[in-house]
Every structure is written in structure tokens, then in C-alpha cells.
């Protein structure tokens, strides 16, 4: 049985850090792209990063370069997500997921499976 499990969120001023882990299990995920999707209230699910298997390939979105950092741990098949410089625009649920095709897309529908979310907040 796969399983996602974020960890990390919680609530902090702007211009704090924050760090989200998500632990994936159930499959082999040396080979699985591994992401960040946030959904803010009223708003689709976002692509916010994406690493690849094995050769760490990533890509951002362009409202969190330079502030938001993703690592992978293959061995624990775990991956980080390090939130630095962050703004109330920030606040929403995010959710860790997977995607077997190690695809590294900004498309939320193109990743297979899914964490159940950890809540991020922002104040000013």
C-alpha cells in the first residue's frame, strides 16, 4: 500500500522558514519524481516543485525560486521541502506527491499518488 506522509507544516510569521518532510512508502521510489502541490482557500491545486529520481533533476514555480529549496533523501525515500523568506500568499495546504513516470511536471494531474496534506500558514 503506498503511502505519503507530510509532516512539518504549522504557522509563522512572514519572512520566517519552515520544513515540510514527506516519507514515502509501499513502492520503490529511487525512480519516482517527487513534488509539492499546494491548495490555497477557493483555489485549484498549484504546482509549487518537483525533484527527480536519481539524477535530482528540479523545477520550481516561479513565485518560490530563490525562497523555497527541494531535497530528496533516496534512501529513506524521503524529500524536503526547506520554505525560506516566506509571504501570507504562501498560506495553504501542502501536499507531497508522486509521480512513477519521474516526470518532474508542473501538472498536478500527471502525479499518481498523493499525501493527505499539512497546513502552512502564514501571518503578517
Known amino acids: 500500500q503506498v503511502q505519503l506522509v507530510e509532516s512539518g507544516g504549522g504557522l509563522v510569521q512572514a519572512g520566517g522558514s519552515l520544513r515540510l518532510s514527506c516519507s514515502a512508502s509501499?513502492?520503490?521510489?529511487?525512480?519516482?519524481?517527487l513534488g509539492w502541490v499546494c491548495q490555497a482557500p477557493g483555489k485549484e491545486r498549484g504546482f509549487v516543485t518537483a525533484?527527480?529520481?536519481?539524477?535530482?533533476?528540479?523545477s520550481y514555480e516561479d513565485s518560490v525560486k530563490g525562497r523555497f529549496t527541494i531535497s530528496r533523501d533516496i534512501a529513506k525515500s524521503t524529500v524536503f521541502l526547506q520554505m525560506d523568506s516566506l509571504k501570507p500568499e504562501d498560506t495553504a495546504i501542502y501536499y507531497c506527491a508522486a509521480d512513477q513516470q519521474n516526470r518532474v511536471s508542473s501538472d498536478p494531474s500527471e502525479y499518481d499518488y498523493w499525501g493527505h496534506g499539512t497546513q502552512v500558514t502564514v501571518s503578517t
Open positions: 525533484i527527480s529520481g536519481w539524477n535530482f533533476r528540479k
Open positions: 509501499g513502492r520503490t521510489f529511487s525512480n519516482y519524481a
